[in-house]
Every structure is written in C-alpha cells, then in structure tokens.
C-alpha cells in the first residue's frame, strides 16, 4: 500500500518560511502527478501546486511566486517551499498521489488522486 507522510508544518509570523516534505513509500508506478493541497477551516479544499514524473511544475495563482514545488526523485520526496506566508495562508497542507492522470494542476479535481498524506498544519500569525 502506497504511504505518504508530510511534515514541515509548524507555526510562523507573516512574512516567513516553511518547507513542507511528503515521502512516499512503496510506490511503485512509473508515473504520477502528485499534488499539494490545503483546507482552512470552514473553506474548502484548494489544490496549490502540482509536479509530475516529467517534472512539470505549476502553482495556483494564490501563491504564484511565493510556493515553489520540487522534488528529489533519490529521496521519493516532493517539497512545497513557501515562502513570504500570510495569515491566509494558514490550513492543513495536503500531499496526494495519482499514478494515472490526463490533467496534472493545482485545480485538478482531489478525487482524481488515489492515495492521501495525513496532513501537516501550517499556522501563520499576524
């Protein structure tokens, strides 16, 4: 079974930075989009970036030029880099996985990915 775990998450004042990680285990697919995702509360859910086995790399609009996706394909690690954060930023970030896909951006729909991380909290204060 395909696991994936986040972490990184952790509390900041606005203006600062968090790397979030998500390791993947036992993956064993040739492709894959793999994507960020993030829900505040009582919002819904928002797909924020996406990188796939080519490594093509798009972040939504909301954080374009503050988020950058990557990864390391030695570690089986994506990262999401987010600098500059504001409060509105504040959620709990996702990292999803799907070995097939026909469309891999942040506003792909989240029922496209088959397997889900746990979640890692970001808090950023005023």
């Known amino acids: 079974q395909v696991q994936l775990v986040e972490s990184g998450g952790g509390s900041v004042q606005s203006g600062g930075s968090l790397r979030l990680s998500c390791a993947a285990y036992?993956?064993?697919?040739?492709?894959?989009?793999m994507a960020w995702f993030r829900q505040a509360p009582g919002k819904e859910r928002e797909g924020v970036a996406t990188?796939?086995?080519?490594?093509?790399?798009s972040v939504a609009d909301s954080v374009k030029g503050r988020f950058t996706i990557s990864q390391d394909n030695a570690k089986n690690t994506v990262y999401l880099q987010m600098n500059s954060l504001q409060p509105e930023d504040t959620a709990m970030y996702y990292c999803?996985?799907?070995?097939?896909?026909?469309?891999?951006?942040?506003?792909?729909?989240?029922?496209?990915?088959?397997?889900w991380g746990q979640g890692t909290q970001v808090t950023v204060s005023s």
């Open positions: 990188i796939d086995n080519d490594d093509i790399t």
């Open positions: 036992r993956y064993d697919y040739g492709t894959y989009c």
């Open positions: 999803a996985v799907t070995p097939w896909y026909d469309y891999c951006r942040p506003d792909a729909e989240g029922t496209d990915f088959d397997y």
